[in-house]
């Protein structure tokens, strides 16, 4: 698989309910970002965990980092309609420049 | 709130012709890049770029790729010779700091090549 992948591909779930997506990745790391898109547009920046972090947490959203397992995981409790969109995890890969590898994304629909 | 901004939303073009995709970053950032998605798949890196010359490529930048900050404001990137399957939502963004910051994404100009 390619540096950051991203499981599930799709997630349906209920207003209320928590969402829990994963990402894993192949290549160390400096740190790891999750990002949010709505249909058709631009990317938002949700949160950053760096490589010594083990868990992070920002309103309702939560973040683990497990660097032995090369794997995170985005939790997102009380989900709401409007948390419909897709997430990707993204990856700042230790080479000499900057570069940031996105996966493929979790495409999550909330019903009301 | 600043933003990054890019023109054109959208950008229809003949295949083999130069199309230049427009960004102006967030004033105070200090590193760009250029990111593309094809429709339904995932954003792929492009390049990103500091002090006036490219940091990192990917593969998919080769020759027919080029990027540019031609002022204090804009960064554009041009595609010399477009091909079908340059078709993608074309998004930059910007950093005040590179690896370890939130990058702020513009939001996007999609580029059809008939």
């Known amino acids: 698989s390619q540096q950051g992948e991203e499981d599930p591909q799709a997630l349906s779930i209920q207003e209320g309910e928590n969402a829990t997506m994963n990402c894993s990745y192949k290549?160390?790391?400096?740190?790891l970002q999750w990002y949010r898109q709505n249909s058709g547009r631009g990317l938002v920046h949700l949160i950053l965990?760096?490589?010594?972090?083990r868990e992070k947490h920002s309103g309702r959203l939560r973040v683990t980092l497990d660097t032995s397992k090369k794997s995170s995981s985005l939790l997102i409790t009380a989900s709401r309609a409007a948390d419909t969109a897709s997430y990707f995890c993204?990856?700042?890969?230790?080479?000499?420049?900057?570069?940031?590898?996105f996966g493929a994304g979790t495409r999550l629909f909330v019903k009301a | 709130e600043p933003e990054v901004t890019q023109t054109p939303s959208h950008q229809v073009t003949q295949m083999g012709q130069e199309v230049i995709l427009r960004c102006v970053p967030i004033?105070?950032?200090?590193?760009f890049y250029w990111y593309r998605q094809i429709l339904g798949q995932k954003v792929e890196f492009l390049v990103s770029?500091?002090?006036?010359?490219?940091?990192?490529k990917s593969e998919i930048f080769d020759d027919q790729f080029s990027v540019e900050r031609p002022d204090g404001s804009n960064f554009t990137l041009k595609i010399r010779s477009t091909k079908l399957e340059d078709s993608a939502m074309y998004f930059c963004?910007?950093?005040?700091?590179?690896?370890?910051?939130?990058?702020?994404f513009g939001p996007g100009t999609r580029l059809t090549v008939t």
């Open positions: 963004a910007s950093s005040e700091t590179p690896q370890g910051a939130e990058q702020y």
């Open positions: 290549t160390s790391i400096n740190n």
């Open positions: 965990i760096r490589s010594n972090e």
């Open positions: 993204a990856t700042d890969a230790r080479t000499g420049g900057f570069k940031t590898i």
């Open positions: 004033s105070n950032h200090l590193y």
């Open positions: 770029f500091y002090n006036n010359e490219i940091s990192e």
